[in-house]
């Protein structure tokens, strides 16, 4: 989590600038390709409103020409397969700052109990913001995932058995 698409130098969540909430992601195009993300973009999220402010748009970033043909060509489909204008920025990516550390995994910071085993394995914020078991924990507790997959990854996920039962619980509480 963090900001792009400004010019601000250094901006925050108190002072933001012309920058826009945004994530960054990495990935290894042999594991996962840039149209497969940008299906998963387009897919959770309703492009057709509009922003009420710059700080929440939507928006793609992108790092090359490539991505910029793929994106465009992208948002091309997905307002032909709606029917309707998509309100979607694409932008070259420029600069991206990471947000506050009380920003990252915001979700799971709200789950003291969880929160702390993974405190105690990753003391570093830069660790445990980057971990991939912290980021599939937050996206469970944010709603994604069900708990089939949650069970099939349960192990891989470096909680205790009390705080496996306790991530468990929440996810069937949700209905997923």
């Known amino acids: 989590m963090g900001y792009a698409g400004g ?13 826009s909430e945004s994530i960054e992601i990495e990935y290894d195009p042999t594991q996962v390709s840039y149209e497969e ?3 998963v973009f387009w897919d959770t999220h309703n ?9 929440y748009m939507s928006a793609i970033f992108f790092h090359d020409e490539s991505q910029k043909e793929l994106a465009i060509a992208s948002k091309e489909s997905e307002a032909n397969r709606l029917q309707a204008t998509i309100h979607t920025l694409i932008a070259p990516a420029g600069h991206f700052t990471q947000a506050e550390d009380y920003h ?7 789950r003291g109990d969880l929160l702390v085993e993974y405190q105690s394995v990753y003391p570093d914020v830069d660790d445990f913001i980057r971990s991939t078991a912290v980021a599939r924990v937050n996206g469970y507790l944010g709603g994604y995932g069900t708990v089939a997959q ?15 039962q306790t991530l468990v619980s929440l996810v069937r509480r949700s209905g997923r």
């Open 37 to 39: 993300l940008l299906a």
């Open 150 to 164: 949650l069970e099939a990854e349960l192990e891989s996920l470096g909680l205790s058995a009390e705080g496996q």
């Open 104 to 110: 990252q995994k915001y979700l799971l910071r709200q």
């Open 47 to 55: 492009p057709t409103q509009p922003a009420y402010s710059r700080q």
């Open 7 to 19: 010019t601000k130098e250094s901006p925050t969540y108190y002072d933001l600038g012309d920058h």
